[in-house]
C-alpha cells in the first residue's frame, strides 16, 4: 500500500480487499464509513461525556444521520390502493401482496438500510388469501419468510402477527418453529379477550424451538396509543403506525 495514501484511504482499501465481506456489505461499509468522515453533530458538553464514560450509546448510526432508524410504513394501505412510484397496481391476490411487499421493503429507508418494521402480517395479508387452501398458504409463506432471511438478514427487521386467531398467524408460526431463522424477528401480539388459549400455547411453543416470539401485551400498547394504530419495532418497543423515531439511543 502506498505511502501516499491517507488514513481514510486505508481504510477504504481495507473494506475494498476484506474476503469476508460481500459485495453489498462493501459497498454499505464503505457509505458507513465516508459517513464517519463528516464532522460529528453538534452535541453538549454532557453528553459528549456521558458518550465518553459509556453512559449512553449512539448505536453507531453515523456522525451525519440522513436516514431514520425505525419507519413504520403502512403496508396494508400500500398493498391496497397501490404506488404510482413503483408503478404498482393494487393487491389482487396473496401472490400480489407477497411480491408487492418483496418490493417496498427495499425502499424502506433506514439507517441499517433494512426496514426494521416488515409489519402486521396477518391483518396485511388475510384479505389476499381467498380460497386458498391451508398448505397452499403454508408454501408460499414459507418462500416469503425464507426470502426476507436471505435478502434482509438482520435480526432488526421485525414483523408483528396477533392478537386474533387466523390462518396467517398460525401458518407464520408455523414456518418460524420450521426454519428456525434469525430473521425477521417476530412479536406476537397477546390479548386474553381475544387470543385463544391454543394460539397462546403454539406461540410459547415457539419460543422453546426459535427463541421466537416476544410476546407483548396488546391492551396496554393499544391503551398507549388510543384510536391510532401502532406496531411493536423491537420485541417489546411500540411506535405510531405511518409514523417511527429518528433513533433509540441506549
Request: proline share 7%; charged share 20%; hydrophobic share 45%.
Given at each position: 500500500m502506498s505511502k501516499h495514501l491517507t488514513e481514510l484511504q486505508e481504510r477504504f482499501y481495507q473494506i475494498i480487499n476484506n474476503p469476508t465481506l460481500s459485495p453489498k456489505q462493501k459497498n454499505q461499509w464503505l457509505a458507513l464509513e465516508a459517513e464517519a468522515?463528516?464532522?460529528?453533530?453538534?452535541?453538549?458538553?454532557?453528553?459528549?461525556?456521558?458518550?465518553?464514560?459509556?453512559?449512553?450509546?449512539?448505536?453507531?448510526e453515523g456522525h451525519a444521520p440522513f436516514k431514520p432508524r425505525y419507519v413504520l410504513p403502512d403496508y396494508a394501505k400500500f398493498l391496497k390502493q397501490g404506488s404510482e412510484y413503483l408503478?404498482?397496481?393494487?393487491?389482487?391476490?396473496?401472490?400480489?401482496?407477497?411480491?408487492?411487499?418483496?418490493?417496498?421493503?427495499?425502499?424502506?429507508?433506514?439507517?441499517?438500510?433494512?426496514?426494521?418494521?416488515?409489519?402486521q402480517l396477518d391483518d396485511m395479508l388475510m384479505p389476499y388469501v381467498g380460497e386458498l387452501s391451508d398448505e397452499e398458504i403454508y408454501q408460499k409463506l414459507k418462500r416469503f419468510w425464507i426470502m426476507l432471511d436471505r435478502t434482509l438478514p438482520d435480526a432488526f427487521m421485525h414483523a408483528n402477527i396477533g392478537p386474533a386467531d387466523n390462518i396467517i398467524c398460525r401458518t407464520v408460526l408455523r414456518v418460524d418453529a420450521e426454519l428456525k431463522q434469525i430473521a425477521p424477528n417476530l412479536t406476537f401480539m397477546y390479548d386474553p379477550a381475544v387470543t385463544p388459549d391454543s394460539l397462546l400455547r403454539q406461540a410459547a411453543s415457539n419460543i422453546c424451538e426459535c427463541s421466537k416470539p416476544h410476546i407483548a401485551n396488546y391492551p396496554m400498547h393499544a391503551e398507549a396509543y388510543g384510536d391510532k394504530r401502532f406496531g411493536i419495532v423491537s420485541c417489546y418497543n411500540s411506535l405510531p403506525l405511518a409514523g417511527g423515531s429518528n433513533t433509540w439511543c441506549v
Open positions: 468522515s463528516l464532522p460529528y453533530m453538534d452535541i453538549s458538553d454532557d453528553i459528549k461525556q456521558a458518550m465518553k464514560d459509556g453512559v449512553i450509546c449512539d448505536m453507531f408503478e404498482l397496481a393494487p393487491a389482487k391476490d396473496l401472490d400480489d401482496a407477497l411480491n408487492m411487499l418483496n418490493i417496498i421493503y427495499h425502499h424502506v429507508p433506514s439507517v441499517t438500510n433494512i426496514p426494521v418494521y416488515v409489519g
